[in-house]
């Protein structure tokens, strides 16, 4: 079901004469403080840098034609203009990019959200080219590499299962170019081959998600992530649930058993050829929840909103895709990412609350509520990962509602060793994929001391008090004493239900994978 695939390149001829559908241009709002009367709604708007040559062909008179067209800046507004013969392409697009910041260019999430806005408003023509504010500076990569990845972002779309082909929408946008000061500059070509891998994963993951429940179940999920890790190169283990059944891998079992289609726990390697900068190489543990639907099992889901639950293989999704991108891009990490997939069903098969399960690590968990099915599957998965021995372990997952509660839809919360969170954080913010840190509460775990067992699943003095945390507190049980390591709770930020905005496009939105890329390739950079 994988998308259409937009190529990308770059160009740094003039704009007026570039041979494309469409060029678009940043457009920054001022304050009426600033510029004087409120009547002169051309002077509140000023072009950003790129738009010159544009704005020359049109005699300076392009703020006074757009302002005519309502056009204010403000960020994801977009305003098409036809040149009438003013410069080669047959069309302007201006992208509001919001104030012009003092002295600096935008910051890079800006640029991100416009280059997708105007991108997806672009749809239907075939070749847009791009010039938006990308300085000449030390900024001038994380520049480029915002617009590039916005722009490929917003030209996603979902092939869906529509019959017919609907005539009101139009293709997304086939070639894009990003103008800049140098084409042949090595390391903006770099961003560009960077961004293009980068986007690639984030719309397989987003594909992934997507995928209707009942053509994504976990044996097809596994033989979908294992087929195009295989073809990345990467090392691919399968265990179906007669090896997991070997391996003593309960938690994973426990929740598969609701199922007609088995659980699996898939494993990617991949292994760098050079070593990193003091010869030793950092192994690193990439772990996603890979939920293909989650009912609640006996403990049931609500009707409303369940079908929302496709989602909830959104970690192994993530993990799987960035797997690939690690494969293209051949960082100095060892990286391991393990899947662990079950589709969480009531049926007369299904575990059960009561039920007390042995878990990969040993440890015996009381089940108190089927739907905090995440935490079993991942038990086990993380156990595993310790077992084969790793420098970090960094796990995700849609784990909670109460991730959602307390952080709303664009904030995952990160919970572990305060170094490692602190690291996903600053690779979240780079990213664009904003993170923070949660705590690991003493009560917390106390409250989930079991009468019978080793654990409790869940906190059953708190309900539905503080839930995310819980998520953490239970998963800190399987990871090994000396590890550090990073729980990220995508709940919120891996599914966008509303309507487009910025580079997110409906469902998935392939939320942490830009995070985990960035924290490869700082943990390349330094340990
Ligand atoms: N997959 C859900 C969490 C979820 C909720 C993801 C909303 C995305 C959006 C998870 O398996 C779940 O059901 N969690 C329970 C845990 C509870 C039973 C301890 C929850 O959050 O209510
Ligand atoms: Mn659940
Ligand atoms: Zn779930």
Known sequence: MTSPSTSLSLVDTDPAELAVDAIVIGLHSQTVQDVGPAADFAGTLLLATGAESIAAAFDGRLTETLALLGATGSPGEVIKLATLGTITAPLVAAVGLGPEPTGAAPAPETLRRAAAAAV????????????????????????????????????YRFAGYKTRPQPTRRPPVAAIAVHVPDAGDDRARAEITRAGVVARAVARTRDWVNTAPNELRPPSFADSVAAAAREAGLGVEVLDEQALADG??????????????????????????????????????????????DTGGVSIKPAQGMWEMKSDMAGAAAVAATMLAIAELKPAVAVTGYLPMAENMPSATAYRPGDV?????????????????????????????????????????????????????????????????????QAGDAAGEPAWPMPLPDDVRK?????????????ATMDRAGHMLQGGVFLREFVADEVPWAHIDIAGPSYHAGEPTGYWTKGGTGVPVRTLLELVDDIAAND
């Not at 239907?124 to 990845?149: I, K, Y």
């Open 447 to 459: 409250g989930m001391d079991s009468e019978v067992a080793d654990i409790s699943q869940v906190n």
């Open 248 to 293: 003593g891998y309960g938690g994973i079992l426990a929740v598969g058993l609701g199922s007609e289609a088995p659980p699996r726990l898939v494993k990617l390697s991949y292994d760098p050829a050079a070593a990193g900068a003091d010869g030793s190489v950092k192994r690193l543990a990439l772990v996603g929840k890979g939920i293909t639907f």
């Open 120 to 155: 997806r408003a672009l749809a239907g023509a075939e070749r847009v080219a791009l010039t938006l504010p990308v300085p000449d500076d030390e900024d001038g990569p994380a520049a480029l590499r915002a617009t590039a990845e916005g722009a490929l972002l917003g030209a």
């Open 357 to 425: 399960v042995t878990m990969f690590n040993g440890k015996r968990v009381e089940v108190l509520n089927t739907d905090a099915e995440g935490r079993m599957v991942l038990g086990d998965a993380m156990a595993r990962a310790c077992a084969d021995g790793c420098d970090y372990l960094v796990e995700t997952s849609t784990l909670t509602g109460g991730q959602v509660v307390a952080l709303g839809k664009r904030v995952a919360g990160v919970m572990g060793s305060t170094e490692l969170c602190q690291r996903v954080q």
